[in-house]
T-cell receptor, first 113, second 110 residues
């Protein structure tokens, strides 16, 4: 099993450009999450999904959109990238319930110039 | 408001020394607490969770509700313990939405 995979690994954008980050998991998990990690800030939740076709806002959702058309995929979109969105983005998936482990992807390093 | 505080950005110890990584939390209710670890060039992964009362790789963590703390301890540090450690909390019912601390880098020197 590949676990959680993220595409791409690295990307450089210019301000105003758009892009989509893809997350895929093969563990049949209901829950999926997108986080961003900035220096000195820890991981902050951007958006999450509790099942196919459902999404919800996390702590820092502004400037991002998400979609979960298939259970195994969770897409994060930046419609008009800004330098403040320079970050490392992590996707995670997990089972139902509050005690379960979240499984993380390897991360995508995004730079917006 | 939910908040996790890890006061130390860096903790540097020698091999064989005891280690304590501090974690304090703020949560209105009964939280579930976790420690996640990220070794160099590896993914973030779960180290241990309070509900399991387990010891993983020699690490333990005790939830102290009075002091609202969940410190991570190991009696004898090993070089392979060098990593970034994150404390995280979630509510103990319904959907799991983790709130992470800012992390502590543990450096174990020979």
């Amino acid at each position: 099993n590949a676990g959680v995979t993220q595409t791409p690994k690295f990307r450089v954008l210019k301000t105003g450009q758009s892009m989509t980050l893809l997350c895929a998991q093969d563990m049949n998990h209901e829950y999926m999450y997108w986080y961003r990690q900035d220096p000195g800030m820890g991981l902050r939740l951007i958006h999450y999904s509790v099942g196919e076709g459902t999404t919800a806002k996390g702590e820092v959702p502004d400037g991002y959109n998400v979609s979960r058309l298939k259970k195994q995929n969770f897409l994060l979109g930046l419609e008009s990238a800004a330098p403040s969105q320079t970050s490392v983005y992590f996707c995670a998936s997990g089972g139902r319930g509050p005690y379960n482990e979240q499984f993380f992807g390897p991360g995508t390093r995004l730079t917006v110039l | 408001a939910q908040r996790v505080t890890q006061p130390e950005k860096l903790l540097s110890v020698f091999k064989g020394a005891p280690v304590e990584l501090k974690c304090n939390y703020s949560y209105s209710g009964s939280p579930e607490l976790f420690w996640y670890v990220q070794y160099s060039r590896q993914r973030l992964q779960l180290l241990l969770r309070h509900i399991s009362r387990e010891s993983i790789k020699g690490f333990t963590a005790d939830l102290n509700k009075g002091e609202t703390s969940f410190h991570l301890k190991k009696p004898f540090a090993q070089e392979e313990d060098s990593a970034m450690y994150y404390c995280a909390l979630s509510g103990n019912t319904g959907f799991q939405k983790l709130v992470f601390g800012t992390g502590t880098r543990l450096l174990v020197s020979p």
